[in-house]
């Protein structure tokens, strides 16, 4: 079982939007401003798209916008692509000792 | 171009030990936090340990399940960190990562927001 709380699946056409949650606690993303969304397809590595919440690093597309509401973090992908078709992981500051907690993971289909 | 490089893994028996690698280049490796994750394939991933740099006071951190069995290290040298990993369980049967915070301007996100990935290698702890 995973620290942090997704649904294990979601779906849009293109073009839709699709939204999905992140579940943690005061102890994690109630407390802390740093809850980071990855994008990771079939056998790679994850790739960062969300950081700080809101924040998008570099290069990714302000399709994918973040949000957070006490304990719950939310991403939103806007105008699907088929691309976007993927697992997509939450992640949570902790502190110390446990540092950085995951979610279990929602699956991603583009219809 | 900044990169990790994995080296090591594959399959060992209950009890037995393993190191992998992790190498970097193109980025100043003596500033960098090196974090391992871990992730049972179609499962989230797993947070297990991290190494401060040597200018931060190269403090390392380790999850719970792996406390007192894995080790991490850094050869600032080689531009490499290891995680030694004993007394391997089945349960620590996942494909392993290493991974680095994202720096923008002055500041980086050590432990917050993984950017830069290794390819990942895949440890097996099976009879």
């Not at chain 1, 998008?56 to 991403?75: C, E, H, I, Q």
Request: charged share 15%; net charge neutral; proline share 5%.
């Amino acid at each position: 079982q995973s620290a942090l709380t997704q649904p294990p699946s979601a779906s849009g056409s293109p073009g839709q939007s699709v939204t999905i949650s992140c579940t943690g606690s005061s102890s994690d993303v109630g407390r802390y401003n740093y809850v980071s969304w990855y994008r990771q397809h079939p056998g790679k590595a994850p790739k960062l798209i969300i950081y700080e919440v809101t924040k998008r690093p570099s290069g990714v597309p302000d399709r994918f916008s973040g949000s957070k509401s006490g304990n719950t973090a939310s991403l939103t992908v806007s105008g699907l692509q088929t691309e976007d078709e993927a697992d997509y992981f939450c992640s949570s500051y902790a502190g110390i000792p446990n540092i950085a907690l995951f979610g279990g993971g929602t699956k991603l289909t583009v219809l | 171009e900044v990169q990790l490089e994995q080296s090591g893994g594959g399959l060992v028996k209950p009890g037995g030990s393993l190191r992998l690698s992790c190498a970097g280049s193109g980025f100043t490796f003596t500033n960098a936090w090196i974090t391992w994750v871990r992730q049972v394939p179609g499962k989230g991933p797993e947070w297990v340990g991290r190494v401060k740099s040597k200018t931060s006071g190269g403090m390392i951190e380790y999850a719970a399940p792996v406390k007192g069995r894995f080790t991490v290290s850094r050869d600032d040298s080689e531009a490499t960190v290891y995680l030694q990993m004993n007394n391997l369980k089945t349960e620590d049967t996942a494909v392993y990562y290493c991974t680095m915070g994202l720096c923008t301007g002055a500041s980086c996100h050590w432990d917050d927001a993984f950017e830069i990935w290794g390819q990942g290698t895949m440890v097996t702890v099976s009879p």
